[in-house]
């Protein structure tokens, strides 16, 4: 059979090629005589027969101009010359459809499929349109979150605030283009708060925040001893100081950013809302604005100020969320640049480009996707903009945003690695650690049921989801979604996700935009939150082991300023709240966990402003704590679990889980072979197992954007 087809389809070939041969030695010997269909024809066959894509379009274009008058055979030679040089992956096509269209007007048809083609050819042939070049420069030292960052004029040097001192680093260095160079500190520069820092338009000054430190809090000096502004050499040297009693009046209410004037003699920075301006010389300082402003920024020539107004939550007046602004820095004519919608917040201050022509801003977008864009808008002499912004989406979420436009027009970013939160389980004794919550996801509260069946965690956006104890597939709360869709928002980090001994109910601490946050207990599989406390900020909820009551932790405002949080506990139902503890017990706000025979609750205990504590235990009846071990590090991500015999207790500190005998002694690191810092914690009922949280990312990465002018151009 097979050899069948193959003699067919040779002799079926054979014909063609003959006819083909045949028409074409006629065309030659005979062209007076050849109409214009024939010559089609044979056109035709040398396609098909032969495969000559090449020589049909010469007797193709043989036709058209032989026979001028024949527009209906000229069109649809034309079309097929057009259809030929497509397959042959040649740009004559377009030629060939667009003579088509414009000469032959009349041959609707034929001109009809010439559209068609031509616009898919151009559809393809059309470049793609070019894009801003993000590049990464690898720094092998870390850059903290809140370092301040800012690069020289040239682009050269980034300076940022690390350990108290300023750091100095070529951009790049001299191994790799991509490659930071060896970082120096600068001599003279002390007590440095990173988030201030800003250089002169010459490069020969960094002027920079003062910082006091306080039982190891770093913060703004607004005390009565003074705060201060230091404007040194960038080379180092003896810095100048320039004494900022606005800081000490509004208690450090500031954004931290400063703005060195192009010629170094005056800096701006904002205090209680507004932008002011100082003299390096002789420190007199003057309000610039009058209707609010923060993180100034100076225009190239120093006549002007690009600001953000502060944000206003309330309606009335009607919220203003970060709009950039322009005046002049003699504090007149303000001008609007750009303001925001409610989804779209800009986050950090205006800079401006080299020649003063562009302001650029950072901006979080919330709606429609997640994410961060630099928006870059033209503006006049004067500061008023000329066009609406230009959004360029960046590759990577951030809120720390630019750190300057270079004068060969690159603007330094600083992005954050990706984050993840996921749910694990390890052995009591550590080892290998497994994953229980999906991919792409963030999952943190983690808590068993009773039965050690499931465990429940804190699903993205706020819900309530569980997934078996051995990993399959995820449970999500009905009711419970996001706040953006009802209104109803969780408290981090305090949320709590206590499961009741009998495993139908959850309690956790939400509030509404008109309410809260309460204590609310909702069922497992289905149903509406019911309400449990009323007032107050309670967070951090725990059941009693017999399902009776509910402690958590709440705070109180003692005076004007004083807060102190204090462990109470109430009727699973609803009722009157008891308190537990007193102001003299020092409790944290983080974690806490009733123990198995419910008679005591362990808790963190730390004095205010101090990074260390200790983790305590305290009588339910009432009487004084008793403390279990010291803890390097407390705040409000820690959190404590007791095993299920209440000999031991688990608990987390500085991303590490620790296991600490319920009678005191020495904490045991428990390994979990996990790139991650572990956070809330939770024991298994046969006592073998801890679930936990575990989060990574948000490393600070230092990236150019390069190549974005000409999307100003459109």
Known sequence: MHQ???IVGMAVFLAAFLVSVFAVAHVRSDSSQQSAENLYQAALLKIEAEGDLSGAIKLFQSLIVKFPDKRDVAAKALLQIGMCHEKLGSQEALKAYQRLIADYPGQKEEVALAKERLAGLVKIAAPAPRKPIFRKIRTPFSIPQWSGSRLSPDGKILAFGSGNAIWTVPIPGRVDPNLAGEPKELPGAADVLGDGLSWSGDGKWIAFSRAYFHVGATRINFRSEGAYIDV?????????RISVPQWVATKGDTSRRLSLSPDG???????????????????????????????????????????????????????????????????????????????????????????GRLIAFGRIVLEPSFGSEVCIVPVS????????????????????????????????????????????????SGG????????????????????????????????????LSEGGELSIHPALGGGRKTGFFIQYPGAGNSVSPDGKSVVFSAGTSKSGPDIYAISVERGEPKKITSGGRPCYPCWSPDGRWIAYLDVETIGDEKRIATICKIPAEGGEAQKIMTESANVTEAGLDWSPDGKTIAYFSKKADAPAGTLNLVPIAGGESREICPVQNVNAQSDVS??????????????KIWVVP???????????????????????????????????????????MEDFLHLLKK
């Open 265 to 355: 003699k005056t800096v701006a920075f904002d205090s209680g809302g507004q932008i002011n301006a100082a003299s390096v010389g002789t420190g007199d300082i003057k309000q610039v604005t009058k209707d609010g402003g923060i993180s100034p920024c100076f225009s190239p020539d120093g006549t002007k100020i690009a600001y953000l107004t502060p944000p206003v939550s309330q309606d009335n007046p009607p919220a203003r969320l970060n709009e950039v602004w322009v005046i002049s820095a003699d504090g007149e004519d303000p001008v609007k640049v750009s303001g925001d919608l409610r989804e779209n917040l800009s986050r950090t201050g205006p800079i401006w480009s080299p020649d």
């Open 662 to 704: 319920a009678e005191g002694g020495e904490p045991v690191e428990v390994k979990t072979d996990v790139d991650a810092d572990a956070g809330k914690l939770d024991w298994s009922p046969d006592g073998r197992k801890i679930a936990f949280s575990g989060d990574s990312g948000m490393d600070i990465e230092f990236w150019f």
């Open 381 to 428: 002499e004067k500061g008023r903009p000329l066009a609406s912004p230009v959004q360029i989406k960046l590759p990577l979420f951030t809120t720390n945003f630019m750190t300057g436009w270079t004068s060969d027009n690159k603007i330094g970013l600083l992005l954050e690695t990706p984050y993840h939160e996921y749910v694990y389980t390890v052995p009591v």
């Open 432 to 467: 290998k650690a497994s994953q229980v919550s999906p991919l792409d996801h963030l999952a943190s509260h983690p808590r068993w049921s009773p039965d050690g069946k499931r465990i429940h965690f804190r699903w993205e956006d706020g819900q309530l989801g569980s997934v």
């Open 4 to 6: 069948r087809k193959t």
């Open 232 to 240: 040194i050499p960038s080379s180092g040297g003896e810095p100048k």
């Open 642 to 655: 007791w095993s299920p015999d209440g000999q031991k207790i688990a608990f987390v500190s500085r991303g």
